[in-house]
């Protein structure tokens, strides 16, 4: 008997993988989960409902959507402390350029913004002693634009000789190779000012490739929210027409997660009662660092390529200080105030933006920017202790003109459990295989967000292209498109059968509108009718050595006669 139940157990283990036996969803909460109502999630669900799939539930674990765009008040304005700018082209209104998408929304939604500079004067620098010395260092700025171009020739020639990306080191070595190798403290913050603030993060941990490389972005024009609704009430503009009580979950907190082939079931503590929900798809747009960190249990355990994937991106912090002032005592006139700090070194508060030129009324506060590992410090610390370091920066700098400040704010995104930090580097040896690896759906659970766009990978607009491609993959699927369509290219019904087309999300050689061989088409439906085929025989075939096995199990009982006869004489 120990013989014949083994080899039911496997025949059984056989039959669910070969013959793709799984189970669908009993009663489902709704035809989609959407996991995160920041934009990514807000995105997702747009496309959905746009496309006729309205029966989705969104599982948000903070009391309003946005993700980590949020806002609090200081002075009596309120300042974003999250996201805080919206990029774009040149030509913002170019409605043609996927850059400015999250603009026209701004338009539309009639989001406040102030376009262009705050000043008239651009930025000043001053050294440890309070001296303007701005012009003196214009040809250290030369030199860095000298080695950025030369930097970006080196790595459209890596695109060629290495179209893969298997070639890659820091930009830091990028840099070196390009003739840029700071080492004065002047230099260290003109690098500070062109990568390290634009970028979030030092030159020693991002990827050269990604960088330097094909798929590089940069937005020319910056515009600051002014809004006092905060910048997230762009994603309750863009979910307005689906966004109600009955798809949006607030307060949820997803604790687990079981995926299959035919359904996802999401474990959440909904105001302190435990439920599950499930659906036959869903989509995780959690933050990178949660992943990481483990805060949400798979089951089964996610593979190994997967994991790989999202480990070669790093959870960064951009730390912000604001500070609030009595008056203003410093320069009102320029974008940004930075510091030469031979001391301290260049991320000792190298960098304000006295952005309270920016709300209505001009209320006399500074912003501090921090980025590395000093805005893991800052972020852990005291806030009496920033406070003071920040005035003896300040002092240096304005003398006797400093005055106490009324309050400070800053944000500790580091130890928040929902979110690890507030962007996502790509760490070096980042591909595009990378992003495809993290974005790839397991069954019907299907990851989207910021972390896993090529090109957009630390900001909005590619957390709301990552939704609307996530989106329309789950689409396909649902319609039943069969066609491969590769790199961004949607499956598309144009009225005449399916077709892939590249969608706005990815700009010029990043979509390839690619469709597999038929052949290649009929060979995988072929192999999953064998496949459908072969685990119903063995499911037959394991279904006879179970009654066999009970018939002869119940005669030798019985001593080998029949056994209703047997039954009769009990």
Known sequence: MVALSSLLFFLAAVAAVYGGVSQPCENPDAEVLILGAGMSGISAARTLYENGVTDFIILEQADRVGGRMRSTELAGTTIDIGPQWLFTSEDPTDTSNPSN?????????????????????????????????????????????????????????????????????SVEVGLRLSGWNPRSPEEQLVEYINFDFPVTQTTSFVSFRRRFGRDRRTFPIIHVVTDQRGYAYLAECIGQEFLNTSRLRLNTRVSAIQYSDECVCATAQENGVTRQYCAPYAIHTFALGTLQLGTIQFEPPLPESKVFAYNLLQPSVFQKVWVSFNESFWDTDVDFISVVDPVNGREYFPFFQPIGASYPGNPPILEAFLSGETSLRVGLQDSAITKQQICEVLTRIYGDRVTEPLDIFQHDYASNPYFYGNLETQLVGVTRQTFADYAAPVGRLYFSGAGTHVTNTSN?????????????????????????????????????????????????DLCETFISDDREDVGELVGIIIGTMVGALLLIVLIFLAIVAIYYYRKRQYGGGDIAVNRGAQ
């Open 101 to 169: 998408i999250l603009y026209q929304f701004a338009q539309e939604c009639g989001l406040e913004l102030r376009s262009g500079g705050l000043g008239t004067r651009g930025s000043i620098i001053y050294d440890r002693d309070g001296t303007d010395i701005t012009t003196s260092l214009l040809p250290v700025f030369g030199r860095y634009a000298v080695a950025e171009a030369a930097a970006l020739q080196l790595g459209a020639r890596l695109d060629e000789e290495d179209p893969e990306g298997t070639t890659d080191f």
């Open 460 to 508: 909005l607009q590619g957390a709301y292209y990552s939704g609307i491609d996530t989106a329309n993959a789950i689409l396909e699927d649902i319609r039943g498109c069969t066609l491969d369509c590769q790199n961004g290219a949607a499956c598309v019904n144009d009225g005449s059968g399916f077709t892939c087309m590249c969608t706005a999300a990815f700009e010029g």
